[in-house]
């Protein structure tokens, strides 16, 4: 372990309630248990401890990212990962460098808790700020034989609002309207529920043209004016 690794565990571990973790480890269906952190005070623990140990190089931030993420014996410890790639320090560091990082991430994190995160305040983010390398990098993700590589490619524009590129939006949903995995279609209908906040009649033009149902069109059409 890393001395950050050694902080971050000791941090957690001061301020974790072990009766909380089973029933953490029982509703988040993990395998890596947990301390018994809650969010609040796992996130006040990490920002002094991040703050004290400052990185040097985005070379060195990488490294010590992903040395939490594949040392990690809690699954705190992951979220400590995540919270370490997007901290305010490092806001500069975020580039088309730190794709490698957030794919192991994606692929290796493969549940909702570490990659919703991920796809929403990093792959987004960079979307933003690298549209060409980008879109066609979501656009084969969305065709990925990995689940959460296809799940972060639809929902990456989330927090996108008004900005919303509905082309890449559609295409990164069609591939998957046939997938009756739960996560596929539970992205598409938040996908498009979070699209419908700025333009509901867009969202219900488009459930009703593909015929998309189930799941995905309760998700979309949720807190709509629809029969």
């Excluded at 009649?201 to 149902?213: F, N, P, Q, S, W």
């Amino acid at each position: 372990m890393t001395p950050l690794h050694k902080a971050v565990r000791l941090a957690l571990t001061e301020v974790a309630d072990p009766a909380k973790a089973p029933a953490m480890q029982a509703y988040m269906k993990s395998a890596m248990p947990f301390l018994g952190v809650q969010a609040a005070p796992r996130r006040a623990a990490l920002r002094a401890v991040f703050a004290e140990h400052r990185i040097e190089s985005a070379p060195e931030w990488r490294r010590a990212v992903l040395a939490l993420w594949r040392e990690a014996e809690y699954r705190e410890e992951r979220y400590a990962a995540i919270e370490l790639s997007g901290f305010r320090y490092y806001r500069r560091w975020q580039t088309l460098y730190t794709l490698p990082m957030y794919e192991e991430m994606i692929v290796t994190g493969a549940w909702w808790d570490l990659v919703d995160d991920i796809a929403i305040h990093r792959i987004g983010p960079l979307l933003r700020e690298y549209p060409e390398t980008m879109r066609p990098l979501m656009l084969e993700w969305a065709r990925d034989a990995d689940l959460w590589k296809r799940r972060t490619a639809i929902l990456c524009q989330n927090r996108f609002r008004r900005d919303t590129d509905t082309g890449l939006l559609y295409a990164c949903i069609e591939p998957n309207l046939s997938d009756i995995d739960f996560f596929a279609r539970k992205a598409i209908g938040w996908a498009l529920r979070e699209y419908a906040k700025v333009n509901p009649r867009e969202v219900i033009r488009y459930v009703e043209a593909k015929g998309i149902t189930g799941l995905s069109r309760r998700e979309a059409l949720k807190n709509l004016p629809v029969a």
